[in-house]
């Protein structure tokens, strides 16, 4: 079991968030983050404590900024607020997601500049601690203001009003499932209504848990794409590191060095090494470690800017140790759209790269020497024909999908929040791409592990040999038609486990 994690004024790592989300990790409020809090939480009562207008504080938002609000209506306009803003609409958002953005809100608001009262943190953290989840749904967040409207969910399931997930999945009345935690229902004061929905939360609790994904998914890619060379009697000459070192891009070196030690050792390979008329591999073998290699590097500029914005304190107005309180903008969304998208290319093209594979593996005009389909009697057996299908379908809801949400902008509030970011819809498509990428290379690992299987007597790569023991022990190889669908799903979840990449390191040691 693991301890709990202690939020201070740090912040968080992606880890940190996949351990809460996903594992269900207990969550704590440490001293020093108390004692920020409290600091803060006291020079906003004091600023407030007269009749100054203080943006958030003692005035209402947006467009309605100038208005002065009197203090016995202030705790009306903060539950006003949240009732208001909690207005999406469309499919429910995955549980993981609101998860990661309850912990994500409760780490900004533990860095101490938001004014409020701890209160809030530790309300925050009993509903992860006490798997009580808000229901969001998909539309309403902009990207503007920070997410405000799946926030706003999360902020009135606090106070006790909206739905939830209790601890067992069941759908109820958040005033219920808080009664049955132990739990009272919050009630908000200056300020903390709005500290509850103005942060980058949601898109960031979907960039890092994509972040997490992405990496173990292009990691079997390299494998996925290895297996295909081999399968495909391709040549591992064109992954030389003297070669690669003439272009010094580092996902490239990295992704060229995984797939020649998934080669290493192939009988497959070295039977061909003398007599082939081919002069070289066609661009979907050949450059796989390009592509691939791409989508590492941009992997790694979108983890930089989430692990700032893990660290950063997203609010407005702040609470600054001087005493000021400011207004700014940055719950503006642009850095994790631009990297939520520019993501969604990057996994759209490899994923098409990986389909190009796929079709060439069951092409018998090009797969040198392959049945056609991989079918057991071609022509009475279809093979594996529509599996490549789904990739293709696969493949093309990626494309759609890639088209930017970044560049679009729909003002709002009275043309006061003139330009939005998007990112929250840049990040909800990026988990779908996420999704359809592991989809194709589940069905290019099918493909390729029955395709090595076929060029016996030549005996496949250690680690070749070790991915295709691994998946025969769950999924059957070349046979008369059968219902593939299930297999599919099966070839999926090793895709996703880590199962495939766990194999192949068994044979090679530690990928890159």
Same mark, same amino acid.
């Given at each position: ?59 209402? =938002?947006? =467009? /309605? ?18 009732? $208001?803003?909690?207005?999406?609409? &469309? ?27 701890? !209160? ?23 990207? *503007? $203001? ?71 998914? /292009?990691?079997?890619?390299?494998? #996925? ?29 990295? +992704? ?14 070295? $039977? ?11 661009? +979907?073998?050949? *450059?796989?470690?390009? @592509? ?18 893990? #660290?950063?304190?997203? !609010?407005?107005? @702040?609470?600054?140790? %001087? ?17 939520? !998208? ?9 994923? +098409? ?9 069951? %092409?018998?005009?090009?797969?040198? &020497? ?26 093309? %809801? ?7 949400? $970044? ?12 330009? @939005? ?5 840049? #990040? ?8 359809? =990428? ?28 070790? @991915? ?16 593939? #669908?299930?297999?599919? !799903? ?23």
């Amino acid at each position: 079991m693991q301890t709990p994690l202690a939020l201070g004024i740090r912040g968080v790592s992606i880890t940190d968030v996949v351990d809460v989300a996903r594992a269900g990790r207990a969550v704590t409020l440490d001293k020093e983050a108390i004692e920020a809090v409290e600091r803060s939480h006291s020079t906003a009562t004091e600023l407030i404590s007269g009749n100054r207008a203080v943006y958030g504080l003692s005035t209402g =938002f947006g =467009f /309605l900024a100038d208005r002065y609000i009197e203090p016995e209506h202030r705790a009306v306009l903060q539950v006003g607020l949240v009732r $208001s803003h909690a207005a999406t609409v &469309g499919e429910e958002v995955d549980s993981e997601v609101v998860r990661a953005m309850i912990l994500l809100r409760a780490a900004t608001l533990a860095k101490g500049f938001s004014g409020i009262r701890v !209160d809030l943190i530790t309300g925050l953290l009993a509903l992860l601690n006490h798997e009580i989840t808000p229901i969001v749904r998909e539309h309403g967040s902009l990207g *503007c $203001s920070g997410d405000l409207a799946p926030l706003a969910h999360v902020a009135l399931a606090l106070i006790g009003e909206g739905d939830v997930l209790d601890s067992h999945g069941r759908r109820s009345p958040a005033a219920r499932a808080l009664l049955e935690a132990g739990l009272n229902p919050l009630e908000l004061e200056a300020k903390e209504g709005l500290a509850l929905t103005n942060g980058t939360d949601g898109m960031l609790a979907m960039l890092s848990l994509a972040c997490a994904d992405i990496g173990l998914l /292009l990691k079997t890619a390299d494998v #996925a794409a290895a297996m295909s060379v081999e399968a495909l009697e391709g040549t591992d000459q064109a992954f030389l590191p003297e070669l690669l070192a003439l272009r010094p891009h580092p996902g490239q070196a990295a +992704s060229a060095a995984n797939m020649t030690a998934v080669l290493a050792g192939s009988g497959i390979v070295a $039977s061909h090494k003398e007599g082939d008329t081919r002069v070289q591999d066609a661009y +979907s073998l050949r *450059c796989a470690p390009q @592509v691939l290699g791409a989508a590492r590097d941009t992997l790694d500029h979108a983890t930089t800017v989430v692990e700032r914005e893990l #660290a950063s304190a997203i !609010d407005n107005p @702040v609470v600054l140790p %001087d005493g000021r309180v400011a207004s700014c903008g940055n719950f503006h969304g642009a850095p994790l759209a631009y990297v939520a !998208d520019f993501l969604a290319i990057a996994l759209a093209d490899s994923a +098409s790269i990986s389909e190009r594979r796929i079709d060439r593996l069951l %092409d018998p005009t090009r797969s040198h &020497g392959l049945p056609a389909f991989l079918a057991a009697d071609p022509g009475v057996d279809s093979g594996l024909m529509l599996a490549q299908y789904s990739a293709a379908a696969l493949v093309a %809801d990626s494309r759609r999908l890639a088209a930017p949400a $970044s560049v679009d902008n729909i003002p709002t509030s009275a043309m006061q929040e003139d330009h @939005v970011s998007m990112g929250w819809a840049a #990040a909800y498509k990026l988990r779908r791409v996420v999704t359809d =990428f592991a989809g194709v290379l589940a069905i290019e690992l099918m493909t390729s592990s029955r395709a090595v299987e076929l060029r016996a007597p030549h005996a496949p790569a250690p680690a070749s040999r070790a @991915v295709v023991d691994g998946v025969r022990q769950q999924v059957p190889g070349v046979g008369p038609d059968r219902y593939l #669908a299930p297999e599919l !799903d099966l070839m999926t979840g090793m895709v996703t486990s880590g199962q495939i990449v766990a194999w192949a390191e068994s044979a090679t040691g530690p990928l890159r």
